[in-house]
């Protein structure tokens, strides 16, 4: 079973910066790509970014594209988020997500493994 937790959610004001991090409890962490999606208020859940297995690959929503930078730490278990030039549209709730397969996925039935989510709040 593999579990996910993310942390590091907050207030922020506009053009500020945040790093969301999500632990993960598996036993071959470098198994699994790992993303980060994020829900707004009415809105279906939409994809942010995606690492590779070794991070050496990743990619991007165009919305996030030069603010963003997912990453992770192998050694660590975790994946990262960092968050910069925040805009108050970034305002959602954070998902990190798991994947075992190696197909570059932004769709999230194709993830088998969810974080319960962290708010970030973007003021203007």
């Known amino acids: 079973q593999v579990q996910l937790v993310e942390s590091g959610g907050g207030l922020v004001q506009a053009g500020g910066s945040l790093r969301l991090s999500c632990a993960v409890s598996?036993?071959?962490?470098?198994?699994?790509?790992m993303a980060w999606f994020r829900q707004a208020p009415g809105k279906e859940r939409a994809f942010v970014a995606r690492?590779?297995?070794?991070?050496?690959?990743?990619y991007y929503a165009d919305s996030v594209s030069g603010r963003f930078t997912i990453s992770r730490d192998n050694a660590k278990n975790t994946v990262y988020l960092q968050m910069n030039s925040l805009k108050p549209e970034d305002t959602a709730v954070y998902y990190c997500?798991?994947?075992?397969?190696?197909?570059?996925?932004?769709?999230?039935?194709?993830?088998?493994?969810w974080g319960q989510g962290t708010q970030v709040t973007v003021s203007s």
């Open positions: 997500a798991a994947d075992s397969a190696v197909v570059k996925h932004t769709t999230v039935s194709d993830y088998d493994y």
């Open positions: 690492i590779s297995g070794t991070g050496r690959t990743t």
């Open positions: 598996a036993r071959t962490f470098s198994a699994y790509a």
